[in-house]
Structures are given as C-alpha cells and as structure tokens.
C-alpha cells in the first residue's frame, strides 16, 4: 500500500462520526465509541435545551447522563485516535504539530530518529549525524515518509508525561496503582510498589481482554441469529397475514357465491310453491267447472222442457229428469283448497338465519286471550294466551310458527316476557310489570302483526290502605318527634322529643319499654346490627348507641359530629348519613362511625337540609326551607331537584322526611300540605296520600317495615298510622 493510500485510510479511521472531520481532543465514551469533545458538549447542550438529562451514542444509542458540568472532558481521551492525529498532521504541510525533542529552541521537527525516539530539528539532525554513537540510528524525514514508516510512527513508544521524564519511554506498570510509568516514576513516585514490564503486563491483560472479546463475539453469534430468526418469523408472519387475507376475500367471494345459489334456491323454492299451489287450486277449479257445466246443462234442459209445457214431453222426460236432477244434487262436491300461509323469515342475515315457512296458520285469525281487562298492577305476575288459527279459524298448530312478543315499558325499554309453547297451538306470555304506566304490547306471528296489536295495558301501582292508628299527645306514652322500625324484630323506636326518652313499641303499637335520656332525641335510626342509635338536640353531639333492650352500649366519637347534627338515617352498606345544621352539609360515617367517608353540600344553596337517605346510588336529601328533594350522586355530586314550593301535586309545603319503599317509589311528608306524596326516583309525581287521615294533622315522619307496611308519624297529634 502507498503511503497516500494510507493516510487516506488513517484519516477515514480519526473522523468524527458527529463532525465528519478528523478528531480534535478525542474523548471516549464508555460504549467505547470515541468523538471530538466539542462535539459531545454540543450534542450534550441540544439534549440540555430539550429538558434531557440524558444523551445517546450517534453510533450504537446508547444512553448517557449528561455531566453535571455540562461538558465531557473528564472522559478518558481516546490513546489510538490521539496517536492518529499526531500522524496524520505529518502529512498536512501547513501544520507543523511536530517540535524537535532534542534542543531547547522549540524548532520545527523535519526528522525523526527511530532508535532515540525523538523527532529532530535540521541543526540537531546534523549534529545527531556527526556523533559516532548516533550516525548509524534509523532516520526518517517527514517529507519523505514511506507506509512503513508511517506504521512504525503510530507503534513508537509512548513517552512518561511527568515532569522532567519527558526522555523515558513507559516502560514499567505498576499493579497498585493500575497505571502506566517510566523508569524515574518506579523510584520517584512508586518506591516499593509491585511493577511488571508493560510488555508482560500488556500480554496478561490481553489475554483478559482476548477471553472477553471472545464471549463478545459469540453473542454477536447469538444476536446474529436470533435475528435471522426473528427476520424468518416476520417474513413467515407477513406471508401468513397475506395468505389469511387471501382466504378472507376468498371466503367472502364464496359467500357472495353462496348467497347467490342461496337466492336460487329461494326462488325454486317459491317457485315450487307457487306451481304446486297453483296447480291444486287449478284441479278444484276444473272439477267446480265441470259440476257448474253439467248443472247448467241439466238446468236449460229442464227449464226449456218447462217453458214448453207440453203435456206428453214432461210425462215422457220426467222420470229421466228427476234422476238426473237426483244425481246431480247428490254427487259429491270438493271442498275449497285452502292454500297454507307462506311466510319469509330473516334471522340474522350474515348468519343465514332466513327460511321459508309453509304453514296453515293465519295471522289474521289468530288471537291473545287474557287480554280483555286492559289493566294490571305493578309487580304482579301476569300471563296471557296466544292462540294459532287457520284461514277457518279453527285452532292449529304448526312447529315451524314463530311467536314474538315485545312489551315496552312507559320509558321505552324492553320488559323480560316468558313464551312458553304447549305444542298445541296455545302459547302462554308471562311477563311481571316493574312500574305503573302505561305499557305497549305487540305480538307477531310470522312475522305479522296479531289483530288488535299493539294495544295499551295500563298498569296501576300498589296502594297503601289504612289499617290503625295509635299514640297521643301528652306526658304519656306516644309522644313523637321522629320514628324507625327495626327490620329484625318490627320493634318501633319513637323519639319522644319533650319527654326526653325514646319509647320502643311493638308492631300493633303496644308500648314496651322506654329509654330516659338528659336532652330530647332529635333522631333515631335502627342499624343493620339491631342497635338504635340517637342524638340528644343541644346536648354532647355524641351519636349514642343503645340495644334494643334499651340498654346504653356506646358514644360515637364527636370528632365529626360538633356542628348541631339532626338529621340520622342508615344505608343498606351499613353507613352513618347525619345532616349537620351549622354548616349545612351532609355528611356519610362508616358502619362505626369512626372514619368520615364523605362530606357534601347543595351548591349555590344557602338552606338547610332536613333528611337525607341513600339508595341505588344516589344520596336524596329534603330541603325543608327551599320546599324541595334534591338529588346526588354516589360521589356527593348535585344532579337536580324534585319537586318545588306549592300546594298542587308534585309542590311542597314544608317538607320533612322521606323514604323508598319496595316498589321503588320516593315517599315525601309534606307537611305542610298534610300529606305524603309517590314519585318515582327520577322525580315523575304518581300519587298521593291525604284525607281523613292526616286532616288537620303534620305527617313528618315516615318509615317501612319488613313486611312493606308504611308507618307515619304525625308531629302535632302526636300519632301513628299504619298503613298496608
């Protein structure tokens, strides 16, 4: 190789992969990738400036942190590259890198000798030719540089860096201190210190090196085919996908081919419907067409014998007349052919789910019967019968029949109905209403509408009837200011506010027992354990817990409960729900009343809330003071009101408290207006209770027993009227 040739190569080998140019101040990362240290602090300044912390290697990606300095000078710098570098600056004539190491002027070097190891200046080149010692030394000048010399230049001896050792070649490694030193450092700077001839040191480490590149190299192996397998997998995957897409366009070109022959077949099949019908009715009509001849034939005979009225005509013809008269009044007549129903069903059309249904029933004749009444009541099951008929109306059945019956509610949706078929041309529905209202009920048969479908069935929903009454006002027992029922026993829990105790009653309202307390229960409320729980009106703020044998088990700690708390219900889950007046919030406890699961609030609403219970997850609150329930989400978020300020159906007057029954209706005391009104739990209106019974009266509070039974407490007599 010539020496431009391999300069040319050596400079290919010192370029920046960043700058493209030949390293300056080379420095190597720890993927071993080396690059001018300019041009790292730059790549690192650009990550700075995208908010990165890291950089990767323009060659192999991988990631660094970026000093804290911002710059990577304290890399190592790359030994080969720099080596490069003083090489290749031989060759470039306006650079003159290279200073004499023999004299003290500095001069520019021309020479270098291979056995000093020194580059020479013209002056110290003559003197170094004079001396004896010297003249027979290998010298090269740099102009004239061959390749050899060149190879030789980049594997001269490194010179010790230290001061004044500048002449000493690196000839010793020190194994304590890991590092490269000249003669002078081994006496200097490493007295006692364990050294190993660099050439012996570098052959041990090389074989260290040797066994790791070796390992390097047989993952390289690995990776190399590991990514000839992975290539192979996605050459296999693309093939598959492209031949699955194949067979996917295939299929759906046979499945047009399919729906198609499909077609065909369809139409052979009414066509062969059509010809065998066409055909019977064509047999009748020829056969009525022939009796209908024959009979007219007979008649005009006859009638012109008769329009002639000649005595020995109508003696001679008669006997033969009457018989043949006989004979054809006698002769069997054919029934009319009665063709079956055809009907074009569709399932699921992608499916082929259509079929052709040759059937002797009629729509038109079928009918549902049950149906007369028109009315229903809510929650009750009820059933009606579908009868098949044919084109006489006589009941038939035919297996292929298909019935539907679609029942929607006042809102719309879809009711569950039960078909049962008891193969006989009877079909029982059964169906069970969840609300009142009006619901639509459609059938099909085949297909077609029944007669009469759709029509309205108007369900009505449960009413409370009145049953007794019990409990006074006065000193004496009965006396009310809120009330509960226990789901376990039926026991009645009564707030007897000015009394200051709580009275437990039997279902039929037949007293038991009472619990004294230092203040008047506001509240009580029966937990799912079977405990009562309480608050006394302007006393501790405790929630206090008793048995239902009236017997003290505990105070729930005041932490959450110091802002006048009122109103007291329980969730179905077990949790606390408390009204607070001072703050006007709602707030939910856990089953123990330890932990504050929720605090709420109407927003852009300065009233107080009265009540609040939880249900299907929604939390409704009465707001006595705006005359209306608002309604929240599981979360305490406000979503709208029912109801509004007023004395007709729907308004309110003061309202107290509420509650849900088993039908799923909202039950409100509107006291004011001294009655309790149904909604349902969006807010329609459906009903209400007044009259005789709350005449005159306050219905303020409100509970349900485990039989479904109302129980009402009116606030200014004092009694209560329970309702079935």
Not at 22 to 39: A, D, G, I, R, W
Not at 671 to 687: A, V, Y
Request: hydrophobic content about 30%.
């Amino acid at each position: 190789m010539d020496v431009k040739q391999l300069f040319k190569n050596l400079k290919k080998e010192a370029e920046c992969p960043l700058c493209i140019e030949t390293v300056t101040n080379p420095k190597t990362l720890p993927c071993l990738h080396s690059f001018c240290l300019e041009c790292l602090d730059r790549h690192a300044n650009f990550a700075r400036r995208q908010l990165k912390a890291t950089i990767k290697c323009p060659v192999c990606q991988t990631s660094f942190q970026i000093p804290e300095t911002d710059t990577f000078e304290n890399l190592p710098s790359s030994f080969h590259l720099n080596r490069l570098v003083d090489v290749l600056a031989l060759e470039d004539g306006s650079v003159q890198s290279q200073r004499c190491n023999s004299c003290d002027e500095n001069n520019t070097a021309t020479c270098y000798c291979f056995v000093c190891q020194d580059f020479l200046c013209p002056s110290c080149f003559e003197a170094h030719q004079r001396l004896k010692a010297t003249r027979g030394h290998r010298n090269v000048f740099i102009d004239k540089l061959q390749a050899r010399d060149v190879q030789d230049l980049i594997h001269r001896p490194v010179m010790c860096s230290q001061q004044y050792h500048e002449d000493q070649p690196l000839e010793f490694y020190c194994e304590d201190c890991k590092v490269l030193i000249c003669h002078k450092c081994t006496v200097v700077s490493h007295n006692r210190h364990t050294m190993t001839d660099t050439q012996k040191a570098a052959q041990e480490q090389k074989i260290q090196m040797a066994h790791a590149v070796t390992k390097v190299n047989a993952e390289i192996v690995r990776y190399e085919s590991e990514i000839k397998k992975q290539t192979d997998l996605r050459n296999k995957n693309r093939i598959e996908i492209l031949n699955e897409e194949k067979k996917m366009t295939d299929t759906v070109e046979k499945l047009i081919c399919d729906l198609r022959e499909h077609e065909r077949k369809m139409k052979d099949k009414f066509r062969e419907i059509y010809e065998a019908e066409q055909k019977h009715h064509a047999t009748r009509l020829e056969n009525f067409e022939l009796l209908a001849t024959q009979l007219k034939s007979c008649f005009e005979r006859c009638q012109s014998i008769l329009d002639r009225n000649l005595s020995v005509e109508i003696l001679q013809t008669n006997h033969a007349i009457l018989g043949r008269c006989n004979e054809l009044l006698n002769v069997r007549k054919p029934d009319l052919y009665m063709s079956p129903h055809v009907h074009y069903l569709v399932g699921k059309k992608l499916d082929l789910m259509d079929r052709v249904v040759v059937t002797k029933t009629d729509p038109s004749k079928c009918l549902a019967e049950g149906q007369d009444s028109k009315e229903e009541k809510e929650r009750k099951e009820t059933y009606f019968v579908i009868v098949t008929k044919d084109f006489e109306g006589f009941q038939c059945y035919q297996q292929d029949d298909k019935i539907k019956v679609d029942i929607l509610t006042p809102e719309g949706d879809q009711l569950k109905t039960d078909i049962k078929d008891t193969k006989d041309g009877k079909y029982t529905v059964t169906y069970t209403p969840q609300g009142a209202g009006q619901h639509r009920v459609e059938i099909f048969v085949n297909g077609q509408p029944l007669t009469g479908s759709p029509w309205i069935v108007q369900v009505h929903q449960h009413q409370y009837q009145f049953a007794f009454q019990f409990g006074l006002e006065g000193k004496g027992r009965g006396h009310i200011c809120d009330i509960d029922v226990s789901q376990k026993t039926g026991t009645i829990a009564v707030a007897d506010g000015w009394n200051q105790r709580i009275q437990l009653l039997s279902s039929e309202g037949e007293f038991r027992r009472e619990i004294k307390l230092d203040g008047e229960p506001c509240c009580v409320a029966f937990a799912d354990s079977g405990y009562l729980l309480t608050f006394v009106w302007e006393s501790d703020s405790k929630l206090r817990v008793f048995s239902e044998e009236g017997h003290f088990i505990k105070h729930i700690n005041d932490k959450y409960l110091n802002d006048e708390p009122f109103g007291l219900s329980i969730a179905s889950d077990g949790r606390i729900i408390i009204i607070n007046w001072l703050d006007k919030k709602i707030k939910v406890l856990s089953p123990d009343g330890n932990d504050l699961l929720q605090s709420f609030s109407a927003p852009d609403c300065d009233k107080l809330p009265f009540y609040a219970i939880y249900h299907q997850n929604k939390f409704f609150v009465v707001y006595s003071s705006a005359a209306c329930v608002k309604v929240f989400d599981k979360r305490g978020v406000y979503l709208h009101d029912i109801g509004c300020e007023g004395p007709n159906d729907g308004q309110f007057n003061n309202p107290a408290c509420l509650i849900i029954d088993k039908y799923n209706r909202l039950i409100v005391c509107d006291r004011g207006n001294q009655r309790l009104q149904l909604f349902t739990l969006s807010g329609k209106f459906l009903s209400k209770m007044d009259g005789q019974y709350f005449k005159n009266g306050c219905p303020s509070y409100v509970a349900i027993n485990s039989g479904g039974s109302l129980i009402v407490g009116d606030y200014s007599h004092s009694g209560i009227s329970v309702f079935h």
